[in-house]
């Protein structure tokens, strides 16, 4: 939800600071907004609160489009020019997206977000918004009542995938855990998001 509010913010403050005439004979090719996320929806969490953004931008009555890549790396830079060519706006989701800033000088007139992520000296960038979190501090409250529940004083954290957002996550969560329990044990797996099988093997052994 929070990604939800964040994209929808983000446009709304891009479209105060640029000419918006979907109703004044526009080209109607044109998206006033491109959600572009590094892997693809269905995740119940991340990607689909995006999607949920997008669709609340369609029912306000903006031209949006929704684009996948799938984890796909060779399709990242792709996409995300392929939105600048075409969007008045484009918000890109995921840390994957760490050429942006070249992408942004490449098309001034376009408006960019980047969601769970910055570009470093950020001042370049003047049409590129970085939206990060602090979701640390949520995992610690996840790591203390997990620590606090835990019958056995064994708690476990597999990360989807070995990146700084993740690994911020994991710290939050393990602090949490020790706090509530110093002398529990915690258990660390990463792996890759498309590892769903394995992924979900691991979880139900840290359950048992």
């Known amino acids: 939800m929070r990604k939800f509010i964040s994209i929808f913010l983000i446009v709304c403050m891009a479209f105060a600071t640029v000419a918006i005439a979907t109703s004044c004979g526009g080209d109607s090719d044109v998206k006033d907004v491109t959600v ?3 892997t693809s929806t269905g995740d119940k969490s991340f990607n689909d609160s995006a999607k949920e953004g997008c669709d609340q931008l369609e029912e306000e009555g903006y031209a949006t489009a929704f684009v996948e890549c799938g984890s796909n790396s060779e399709l990242f830079e792709q ?3 392929a939105a600048a060519e075409s969007s008045k706006v ?5 840390s994957e ?3 942006i800033g070249d992408v942004a000088n490449e098309y001034p007139d376009v408006k960019f977000a980047w969601v769970d992520n910055a570009v470093e000296n950020p001042e370049k960038y003047p049409n590129l918004v970085n939206i990060s979190y602090a979701q640390n501090e949520g995992s610690y409250l996840v790591g203390y009542i997990a620590a606090k ?5 064994t708690v476990g954290f597999v990360g989807g995938m070995d990146i700084p ?4 996550f994991r710290v939050g969560y393990e602090q949490g855990a020790k706090a509530a329990n110093p002398d529990g044990i915690f258990l660390i797996n990463d792996f890759n998001l498309s590892e769903f099988n394995t992924i979900r093997s691991f979880c139900f052994i840290y359950i048992s």
């Open 36 to 38: 572009v996320i590094s």
């Open 79 to 81: 996409n995300l020019k």
């Open 90 to 94: 484009v918000v890109a989701v995921g």
């Open 97 to 99: 997206f760490t050429f």
């Open 149 to 153: 529940e835990s019958k056995s004083g």
């Open 165 to 168: 957002v993740i690994n911020d």
